[in-house]
């Protein structure tokens, strides 16, 4: 749900989908800034912390990884058949 202007605006689209739309169209790689502006262009303001949760939801699924490049930069990748990494315990 979005507030413009005084009316409340409903997402027939849960945001879940929409990063993997999103990952989708950008060849399954992205960098979580440019992933948090096409949210933005979508949802309006969308916080840090509803991000992140979503994005771990995604990664415990199977369906993202997570990778950071440098304390302040992580890399959102899509998962397919052919990547697989394994949790703790599974080698």
């Known amino acids: 749900m979005n507030k413009r202007s005084g009316i409340y605006v409903w997402f027939a689209k849960p945001m879940r989908l929409a ?3 999103i990952l989708e169209k950008s060849d399954g790689r992205i ?9 933005k262009k979508i949802y309006g303001e969308a916080s840090s912390t509803v991000i992140n949760r979503i994005l771990m939801q995604l990664e415990i699924d199977g369906l993202i990884h997570v990778d950071s490049v440098n304390p302040r930069e992580r890399i959102v ?10 949790s703790v315990g599974e080698d």
């Open 19 to 21: 990063i993997l739309e």
């Open 31 to 39: 960098s979580e800034r440019e992933l948090k502006n096409e949210l």
């Open 77 to 86: 990748e899509r998962m397919s058949k052919e990547k697989k990494y394994l």
